[in-house]
């Protein structure tokens, strides 16, 4: 889907989709987003789609482009343990996942943020005070009076 978009999206902008690479521009944004702030992911990928427009476009210019954007992301982030593996375990750094699904790599300069396993669930005291018993339930039975006759001309009463 995200291919057939991108092809789409190129023509009507005459742009050629053989020089976009989808996994590089999602490790951009996925970088920009975790060393900066989520919303620089869009303002990142379209400041250098801006640049390498304004350098003369081109294959080799975005890739220029988005590595020079790559290094000034990596001076955001602290240092990574190069023990850690990407959180989908893929191992290439794209969390996207779209990397694997297109067989490409991730991007040269490709920054892998450390993994922070979720803390642990911390068990709230509840005074006993609040702690509710079984109550006690009791559900009179229902009386029904019918009035009329039976079938056999009889009044009948339960």
């Given at each position: ?6 092809t ?32 620089a992911?869009?303002i ?49 750094g ?9 067989g ?55």
């Open positions: 889907m995200l291919d057939e978009w991108v789409k999206l190129s023509q009507e902008i005459d742009v050629k989709p053989e020089e976009i690479s989808i996994s590089e521009i999602l490790d951009l944004a996925r970088d920009a987003a975790h060393a900066v702030a989520r919303p992911a869009p990142t990928a379209f400041i250098v789609g801006y640049a390498a427009g304004m350098r003369g476009g081109g294959r080799e210019t975005i890739a220029q482009t988005v590595r020079e954007a790559m290094a000034a992301i990596a001076s955001e982030l602290p240092p990574v343990d190069p023990s850690v593996v990407s959180s989908n375990g893929n191992g290439n794209a969390s996207h996942g779209y990397g694997a699904i297109s490409s790599t991730a991007a040269p300069g490709s920054i892998q943020p450390p993994v922070t396993p979720a803390p642990a669930p911390v068990p709230v005291p509840v005074p006993e005070s609040t702690v509710l018993a079984p109550a006690e339930i009791s559900v009179p039975s229902p009386s029904v009076e019918v009035s009329g006759t039976a079938g056999d001309g009889e009044s009948a009463r339960s």
